[in-house]
């Protein structure tokens, strides 16, 4: 992470952010991590993802720590507004007049209902970004279906059903947030395209995406070929592969190593390595034909060689040989991984009352500006009485919202 002191990408734009869970939450993240100031808009109870993630199980002040929400929304500020109270919808809509970017997961009723739709919010704000993600999109006869993740990024996508292993593996299950953050980079993505056109052409933009698009895009390999002949992925097991060194094998410690050597010039030089000289002129396996003519029995004997020695004492091989191959690493090797310190994939947050802790960074790197995690998350509502100042009104008119209950400060 660059210098502080340093101008942030986008420190001069101001993010009005309506959402829960964690897809548009961690654009909105990001966002924060390239400098914008982003006020997250909550239910007067919170955002519903509040304690809904894995509890941090350390000793100490950390103990219990909500870090799954706190990832997605660090370095925002809080205010708490009934949005059912026309004066609370007001209140975001005084926010988004003073705003670059009003950023969302509603769908298109709600948005109507609430007053933030594209018409009004432009009619306002005319040079306003207006960025909505949901799940399946703004149109098409399922628009109004909510979806998360799992259902709309991996199951309706395709995802799920390709990576099976064989046609009678069972549906996989992903880890948490995997299609949420890829759909948030997306939106993030979108946003800034958007805010450079609105710079130019001093007229605002209407965003979108949805889980279900991006989880397509993700697998645009192949549906470039599907989307032509129609032809379902070929769903294969380990032994049906169509290369030996394009595959994943285990060690002797349990440990798993992903090879990517497709490329027939690789096999004389990984057969000494694991200790088989003799594979280079079997004519089993002498020719690409006949590998994978013999994957399955190819397989099982990559499988004894490698059974010999423990992961760390392939890795020394494999690298003094020059062979493309990788770890597969478990959660917990990764942050300790020193190619992930070297990166600063894990950047410590000072939190007021808990002390110091990890975070994860967003996947993106500037040389000579300052980007990252500003601080933590922030608690409901928070800096309600804050940001309500800041757009003008007086100590009075706040504390008599929050008598009315509608906003919590």
């Known amino acids: ?90 209140l975001v809509r005084l926010l ?30 005319p040079r306003l970004v207006h960025a909505t993600l949901t799940g399946y999109g ?4 399922e628009s109004w279906r909510p ?30 947030a995997q299609g949420d953050h890829t759909t948030g980079l997306a939106l993030a993505g979108a946003i800034l395209a958007a805010l450079r056109l609105a710079e130019r052409s001093g007229v605002g933009q209407v965003v979108e995406t949805s889980l279900y698009e991006t989880a397509v895009w993700t697998q645009a390999s192949d549906y470039a070929v599907t989307a032509i002949d129609g032809a ?14 394009g595959n994943r094998y285990p060690c002797g410690d349990g440990k798993w190593v992903v090879l990517n050597m497709p490329e027939d010039h690789w096999w004389p030089r990984f057969c000494p390595v694991v200790d088989r000289p003799e594979w280079v002129d079997d004519p089993r396996f002498a020719t690409t034909k006949g590998r994978f003519d013999h994957m399955a029995e190819l397989v099982e004997l990559i499988d004894e060689a490698l059974s010999a020695r423990s992961r760390d004492e392939w890795a020394a091989r494999f690298d003094a040989a020059g062979l493309i191959w990788g770890p597969a690493l478990s959660l917990d090797e990764v942050v300790r991984d020193g190619q992930a310190e070297a990166l600063g994939l894990f950047p410590t947050i000072e ?59």
């Open 1 to 90: 992470m660059s210098d502080r002191g340093a101008v942030a990408p986008l420190d001069d734009v101001r993010v009005v952010e309506i959402d829960n869970w964690m897809a548009a939450p961690s654009a909105g993240a990001i966002l924060s991590d390239l400098g914008a100031d982003v006020v997250k808009v909550e239910p007067l109870r919170g955002d519903p993802m509040r304690t809904m993630g894995r509890p941090v199980k350390t000793a100490g002040s950390l103990k219990g720590f909500d870090a799954t929400f706190d990832v997605d929304n660090r370095g925002k500020r809080s205010i708490a507004v009934d949005l059912d109270a026309p004066d609370g919808q007001a």
């Open 351 to 409: 939190h007021p009352d808990r002390g110091a802790y990890r975070s994860v960074s967003i996947p993106m790197r500037f040389h000579t500006a300052p980007v990252g995690p500003k601080g933590p998350a922030p608690a409901v509502g928070a800096h309600t009485r804050a940001v309500l100042a800041d757009a003008g009104l007086a100590a009075s008119d706040i504390d008599d919202l929050v008598a009315r209950g509608v906003v919590r400060g």
């Open 96 to 125: 988004c007049e003073r705003a670059q970017v009003f950023l969302c997961n509603l769908l298109a009723p709600r948005q109507a209902r609430f007053g933030l739709d594209p018409a009004t919010l432009l009619t306002h704000n």
């Open 232 to 245: 379902p992925v070929r769903r294969r097991t380990r032994k049906q592969l169509i290369a030996p060194l």
């Open 147 to 176: 979806g998360y993740d799992v259902t709309a990024f991996f199951g309706r996508s395709g995802l799920y059903d390709a990576l099976r292993e064989g046609d009678d593996g069972i549906v996989p299950m992903a880890r948490p």
């Open 138 to 141: 703004t149109s098409g006869p």
